[in-house]
């Protein structure tokens, strides 16, 4: 018998998500005879214990009898149980400072950690994740932003709303006025981003049409790395080698921010890559841009004027370019900042219950029964006490 335990979220500001649902623990127990899942009771999880309890899930506050344990956001060094194999985002495979005790405590307690976030195919893309839910969210606090900055509609923040369905729900019957988006990245989060656009039938344009014509409507056009950098020496676009050395590459965004009104980005950020954008830049007369919500939310990042990151219940700030600090959000001469960086945590009923068909279909079987494709094996940051071969990179980190 393999027991599985679903942790209560530790980290505060509680996170609501969780990464399997009620009906999904039974799922888990028909799909893997010999299998057992325990659910240890929560007061801030999105699915309320009473759920678990009436399909006849065994609700425990002592998981020492499960092997393996299963959450969402990083687990609280003094709530971790030692010998187990934890899955869950440890945020440490960037050297993350404020998780290096975390590091350091799972190797003294001999753990076993599989990272969420390492969890990739062969060609290396990612298995499992909650970027499209960022992206949704991302976008729709873009538009509520424009709404209001400029007094034209009002619209609640995901998070007041029940689900995504409610959400949508305050568009029906809405024309939204003429602005112009520009929406960067091509992963989860940016085609996250981009299915909002699209059920919201805002018009989509070419890079061309964007920066050449007039509309009086609602526009956005869809960015990709190979939009907005180039090679220094004008060589022909190579993603791999961008990636690589993105120190020989600059940004030639100029031309969309001299043209848009709001900038969604959701790109994927790494040290050396140069910013979209310097702050003299943003204090030039032809910088358009009045409404940024920065989904990735990375500090450095590509943007100068994400400075912090906010939190669900407070998640706006201005930016005064001139001044180059933080000011009110929505006053005149203001670029109007979004950077939460735990967007999912929005519309939690439909990030987990997405999350867990993922869990249970791309990564159990190879957790359970066996990892033929190396899946588990290759996104094990550490076990017996060590950093496995992949993750030795960490060793000056935890040292």
Known sequence: MISIGVIREGKKPYDKRTP???????????????TKVVVQPSGHRCFKDEEYAALGIELNEDL?????????????????????????????????AHNRNLLREILKQNIRLVDYETLVWEAGNRIIGFGRFAGIVGSHYALLMWGRKHGLYSLKAAHECRDMAEMLAQYEGMNLP????????????????LELLRKLKVHQVSQEEFLYHDYNEA???HLRSEDYYAHRDGRFWDKSDFYKHPEDYESV?????????IMINGVFWKDGI???????????????IKVISDI???????????????????PFYGYNPMLEKEVEPFLPNVIDMQTVANLPCELPVDASMEFGEQLIRHVLPSLLVEDSEHIIANATIAQDGKLTEKFKYLEDFVA
């Open 64 to 96: 020492s009898a499960c092997s393996i344990l299963l959450g969402v956001k990083e687990v609280p060094v003094d709530q971790l149980l030692p010998n187990k194999t934890y899955l869950f985002f440890s945020h440490t495979i960037k050297k993350q």
């Open 219 to 221: 526009i956005y056009v």
């Open 20 to 34: 399997l649902t009620p009906a999904q623990c039974v799922s888990v127990m028909q799909f893997f005879p010999g």
């Open 178 to 193: 003429p602005m112009r988006i520009v929406l960067c990245g091509d992963g989860r989060v940016g085609h996250g981003a």
């Open 274 to 288: 140069a910013p979209f954008f310097t702050h003299e830049e943003m204090k030039g007369a032809d910088f358009r």
């Open 296 to 314: 990735t939310c990375d500090i450095p990042g590509p943007l100068p004027c994400t400075l912090r990151s906010t939190v669900i219940g407070n």
């Open 253 to 261: 965004f100029k031309p969309f921010y001299q043209k848009a009104d």
